[in-house]
């Protein structure tokens, strides 16, 4: 089975702290994307990687950086967390070309105090 | 840049009866691909049904069918025979030809029994 996996499912931080979201796939995909998820928003893009190293700015990467060292995993980077950081965020991957789909990990609630 | 409107934020539905969730998009690419995903309250997202744009037929998968249009940029989604298990967030997604995915802002719905 297909698996996206997040490292934490509910993470509280305080103002300030540096924060890592981290991801990792199990499909030998290309792509991974780091989503947030905000009521009445949707899933807004913060950042997209197509391969190892590589990656490119979505919608939303103020505040954000990532890193993707090794294909199967994907970190996001809150460099100083902040209140207004506080959501819902998602991971997923795919592969790369036409037919293909979103597979998505379980999210990770960040509560920044 | 790729937009995708969902214009109902929340509905509801009987047990049984039939319900269709509207979608538009706007892009400037003749290729490209088109998604619904269901969030249930597990947070996990699932994959509902997908379309490639250059496929006339609408896509079906069980009791879920969509109605593409494509000059109008309209891709809304039927779920036939309610079930308490529809309850869900439901996202539209789009694909662009660089397999970057854009999603709405999603649409609550409630089966009541």
């Known amino acids: 089975d297909v698996k996206v996996t997040q490292s934490s499912r509910y993470l509280v931080k305080r103002t300030g702290e540096k924060v890592f979201l981290e991801c990792v796939q199990d499909?030998?995909?290309?792509?991974m994307f780091w989503y947030r998820q905000d009521p009445g928003l949707g899933l807004r893009l913060i950042y997209f990687s197509y391969d190892v190293k590589m990656k490119e700015k979505g919608d939303i990467p103020e505040g954000y950086s990532v890193s993707r060292e090794k294909k199967e995993r994907f970190s996001l980077i809150l460099e100083s967390a902040s209140t207004n950081q506080t959501s819902m965020y998602l991971c997923?991957?795919?592969?790369?070309?036409?037919?293909?789909?979103?597979?998505f990990g379980q999210g990770t609630r960040l509560t920044v105090v | 840049a790729q937009t995708v409107t969902q214009s109902q934020p929340e509905m509801s539905v009987q047990e049984a009866e039939t319900v269709t969730l509207s979608c538009t998009y706007d892009t400037s690419e003749n290729n490209y691909y088109l998604f619904w995903y269901k969030q249930p309250p597990s947070r996990q997202m699932i994959l509902v049904i997908r379309?490639?744009?250059?496929?006339?037929q609408n896509a079906t998968e069980n009791r879920f069918s969509v109605n593409f249009q494509k000059a109008a940029k309209s891709f809304s989604l039927k779920i036939s025979d309610s079930q308490l298990g529809d309850t869900a967030m439901y996202f539209c997604?789009?694909?662009?030809?660089?397999?970057?995915?854009?999603f709405g802002s999603g649409t609550k719905l409630n089966v009541k029994p």
């Open positions: 997923a991957s795919s592969l790369l070309g036409a037919n293909t789909e979103a597979f």
């Open positions: 997604a789009f694909m662009n030809n660089f397999n970057k995915f854009y």
């Open positions: 499909m030998d995909h290309e792509n």
């Open positions: 379309q490639e744009a250059y496929k006339q």
